[in-house]
Every structure is written in structure tokens, then in C-alpha cells.
């Protein structure tokens, strides 16, 4: 309850632009894969942005690129899944990320051959051929579906109103949590309307006036009027939000959320941690530093599971993971790890779906 009402103070507080139409596209999508019997995936993917001002010049940022999501999204949709892409604007994305990856630049792959005609160059013909083939595929046919966000508020406000969105297919929906969200936020009415001055420069007021105008609406702490030599923020906890989800937004679904950590000692555990507070379906953990060669499934029945790519294609002994747990690695020097993670969650999806009592909508 408590957490219902920290909620809706968070969702009236701290809004969002442009979600109506986000929500129009996504319940036009989800409906009409509804009613083909498709199974429905929303992947998150990338990292969410703490404005500092309401006219944001300064922000803070993390580390996510988005390559797991873009990569799982991809796998989904050959696993015949439609996919809700829902991702930090300008982060990858399924397909193209190849291009951004590989940092394939257009002047790397366009030759001029006369004044208005360029042609691929031979050398990546084939794949910018194949990644186009899929990437077109996939859109024409309606099964991927973009919508992106920047900050935290727009992130929460999307998962919520999509997960909602996602309630009528029952089980047959699977919520795959791999964005990077912030912890910590400053709410709106903290936030200053303009950009933060390193130094008191409004002559027009005293300075004075112009502290006691600028903290008492502000979550920033400063020394002015005397040049600062500090900065200090004062950070919000982002509320919990996998608890509204599993247990309001999406109680049919699967749900599947990430765990980074970069401490090895504490990954497992407060990825169990995670599974019994929230007692959804999987929680996948994984390190920062070997987060592209090996993750770990925990899930409700305490059967941790290792999955490990091949340790060519730049995994290196520096990289081995202190846990040594024991996992079998894949022998294909090209397979990527999300090849691996997502048909072992569709299996899991499977037997959600067919586990007596679910709520199967198709
Ligand atoms: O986006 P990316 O490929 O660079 O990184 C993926 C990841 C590490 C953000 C993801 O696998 C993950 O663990 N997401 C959850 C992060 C967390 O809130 O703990």
C-alpha cells in the first residue's frame, strides 16, 4: 500500500512529454499481435539520464549502450516474438547496432564511383546487405516496435503504461528488464528551471536573493555567492518499481529483470535477494567487467544457472570471472551470449505459460 501511494506521488510529480502518442503506437501494436497470437516481448535496453535543470545542459548518465537489449531483441524476434523496443534514444539497436558496434562510418563503406552515384564497398556488401534484409523485415512486417526515452521519469512513465498496456495477453507476455536505470533522481519540483551558474553572476540581484531564490527550489546545495569550490546533490531514491510491476502493472507476465554488479562477492547475492523481495520469475546477473561472456540465471527455485559464450572474440583470462562457478561454454567462437540467454528464457516463458492456473489469454 505504502508502496502504491509512493507511486502515484511519483508518476503526478515527476511527468513525462509526448506519452500519449507512445501509448497510442504501442496499443495498436499489442493489440494486433494479440489477436494474431502472437507472444509479445517488451525489451528494455540503455541507460536513463538525471537532468540537473529543467532546461537540461547538465545531466548524469551511465555506463549502458544498450548492446544486451538491442541483441535480445533481435533473438526474440527470430524466436517469433513481436517486440516493444523500448530504449534510450540514440543508444543501439537491434540490427543496426552492427554498424555502430563494428564503428562502420559512412565514408567506411560508401565508394563514389561518378558525381551522384556511391556504391557500398565490396567489403561489407554482403553484411550491410543481410543486417538491412533483417532490419527491414522486421519493420515491414510490424514485429519490432520503437519507442525511446531519455530520463528516468520517461523510462518509469513508459514501463508502466506499456506493462499496463501488456495486461490483457496474460502469460503470454514476457517483460525482459535489461536497461540501465537510474537509482537516484532530484524530483521536479527541485530542479532549477535554468542552467547552473558556476559562479553568482545575477547582478541584478543580491546575492542573497539570488541564494535563497535558487537553493529553496533547487535539490543543489552551493557556497555562493562566493566562487564554489564544491558542488553538492542531493539525490532521491528512485521508488522500487519492479514491486508495482510484478505485483499491479504486470501480474500475468513473465518477468525477467537484470542484476549488474562489479563487486563479485555480493552478485549472487543480491541477485537472490532480488527474486525473494520481488518473487517474480528470473532475475539474470551478471558483472560489469564480463557482462558480454557469461551471466548467471536465478530464479525462485534456487537452481543458480551459468551461461558463458565462447572465450574467443575477446574474452581473456583478465576477464575470467572471480566466481568460477562452473558453466558449459559454448564452442562457437562467433556466438554471441544473448544467442544463448534468450531461447533458454523462452523455454522458461514456455513452461510459465503452460503452468496450471496461468493466465493464458490466446
Ligand atoms: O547496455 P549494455 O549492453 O552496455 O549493458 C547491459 C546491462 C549490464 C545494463 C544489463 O545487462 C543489466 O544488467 N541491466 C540491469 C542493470 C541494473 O539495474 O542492475
Known amino acids: 500500500m505504502e508502496n502504491d501511494f ?8 515527476n511527468p513525462t512529454s509526448h506519452l500519449a502518442k507512445d501509448e497510442l503506437a504501442a496499443d495498436n501494436f499489442i493489440k494486433h499481435h494479440s489477436q494474431a497470437g502472437h507472444r509479445v516481448a517488451l525489451v528494455t535496453s540503455g541507460g536513463t539520464t538525471v537532468p540537473l535543470e529543467k532546461h537540461t545542459v547538465r545531466y548524469i548518465d551511465n555506463f549502458s549502450v544498450g ?13 517469433g516474438y513481436a517486440v516493444v523496443f523500448l530504449h534510450r534514444e ?5 540490427f543496426l547496432r552492427r554498424f555502430s558496434q563494428r564503428n562502420i562510418s559512412l565514408p567506411d563503406v560508401l565508394v563514389e564511383t561518378d558525381q551522384d552515384t556511391f556504391r557500398i564497398s565490396a567489403e561489407v556488401k554482403q553484411e550491410v546487405q543481410d543486417t538491412l534484409k533483417s ?16 530520463t528516468i521519469s520517461d523510462y518509469l512513465h513508459r514501463l508502466r503504461t506499456i506493462a499496463c498496456l501488456m495486461q490483457p495477453l496474460g502469460s503470454v507476455g514476457l517483460i525482459y528488464l535489461a536497461a540501465a536505470p537510474s537509482d537516484f533522481f532530484i524530483p521536479s519540483d527541485r530542479l532549477p528551471d535554468h542552467k547552473i551558474q558556476s559562479r553568482f553572476t545575477d ?3 543580491t546575492s542573497t536573493e539570488w541564494l535563497s531564490q535558487s537553493s529553496s527550489q533547487s535539490g543543489l546545495r552551493s557556497t555562493f555567492p562566493q566562487p564554489p569550490s564544491q558542488f553538492t546533490l542531493h539525490l532521491d531514491p528512485v521508488p522500487k518499481f519492479l514491486k508495482s510491476l510484478v ?41 560489469l567487467v564480463t557482462r558480454k561472456w557469461e551471466v548467471v540465471f ?8 551459468w551461461i558463458r559464450a565462447s572465450k574467443s572474440g ?49
Open 6 to 13: 509512493e507511486d502515484e506521488a511519483y508518476f503526478a510529480q
Open 314 to 362: 575477446g574474452w581473456s583470462e583478465a576477464d575470467e570471472s572471480p566466481l568460477r562457478i562452473e558453466a558449459i561454454p559454448s564452442t562457437d567462437p562467433e556466438q554471441e551470449l544473448e544467442s544463448m540467454i534468450v531461447p533458454s528464457v523462452v523455454q522458461l516463458h514456455e513452461e510459465h505459460m503452460a503452468r496450471p492456473g496461468s493466465c493464458r489469454k490466446h
Open 135 to 150: 532490419y527491414n523485415r522486421a519493420r515491414t512486417s510490424n514485429m519490432l516496435l520503437f519507442i525511446s526515452f531519455s
Open 298 to 305: 536465478v530464479s525462485q527455485q534456487n537452481d543458480d544457472r
Open 247 to 287: 505485483e499491479r502493472w504486470a501480474r500475468d507476465a513473465m518477468i525477467v529483470s537484470f542484476k549488474l554488479e562489479t563487486d563479485p562477492d555480493i552478485l549472487l547475492h543480491k541477485a537472490r535477494h532480488s527474486i525473494n523481495t520481488y518473487r517474480h520469475h528470473l532475475v539474470i546477473g551478471n558483472m
Open 90 to 94: 540514440g543508444s543501439l539497436t537491434p
Open 67 to 79: 548492446s544486451r537489449g538491442a541483441a535480445s531483441a533481435e533473438y526474440f524476434l527470430m524466436q
Open 203 to 205: 547582478k541584478s540581484l
